[in-house]
C-alpha cells in the first residue's frame, strides 16, 4: 500500500502523545514503502485538535527542512486543483478511496515521504 491513514485524534491524545504517535507511524511508513501519510488530527473545534494540529505541521516543516519527508501538503491543498497534489496523486494507486480529496479539510495533513 502507497498510502496510510493515522487518526491523531482517537482517544485524544496529548499533544506529545500525539506527535510521538506520528513520529513512530512515520518510521514505520518509511520501512513499508509508503508514499503519503494522510493524518487525521482535527483544528481544535472540540478539544487539542488544534494544538495537535500547529505542533504537527511544524514538525513537518521542520522534517522536510532536514529533509526527512519530501513535503507535507494541508487539507485545504489537497485537490486536484493544486499541482503539488495532481503530482503526488497521479503516483498513487489508491488514493481514489479518499473522501477527503477535494473538501478542504483543515482537521488533516498530508505527509509526503
Not at 496529548?14 to 494522510?38: D, P, Q, S, W, Y
Not at 481544535?44 to 513535503?71: A, P, V, Y
Amino acid at each position: 500500500m502507497d498510502y496510510k491513514q493515522l487518526n491523531l485524534k482517537e482517544d485524544s491524545p496529548t499533544v506529545e502523545l500525539a506527535l510521538a504517535m506520528f513520529e513512530i507511524e512515520l518510521e514505520r511508513c518509511k520501512l513499508e514503502g509508503v508514499k503519503v501519510i494522510k493524518v487525521l488530527h482535527g483544528y481544535g473545534s472540540h478539544g487539542k485538535g488544534g494544538d495537535i494540529c500547529r505542533n504537527l505541521r511544524t514538525l513537518c516543516f521542520k522534517l522536510k527542512k532536514e529533509k526527512k519527508i519530501k513535503d507535507f501538503l494541508l487539507g485545504n491543498e489537497w485537490d486536484l486543483a493544486n499541482q503539488k497534489c495532481f503530482n503526488i496523486v497521479t503516483n498513487l494507486k489508491n488514493y481514489h478511496d479518499d473522501n477527503d480529496l477535494g473538501a478542504n479539510n483543515p482537521g488533516i495533513t498530508f505527509v509526503v515521504l
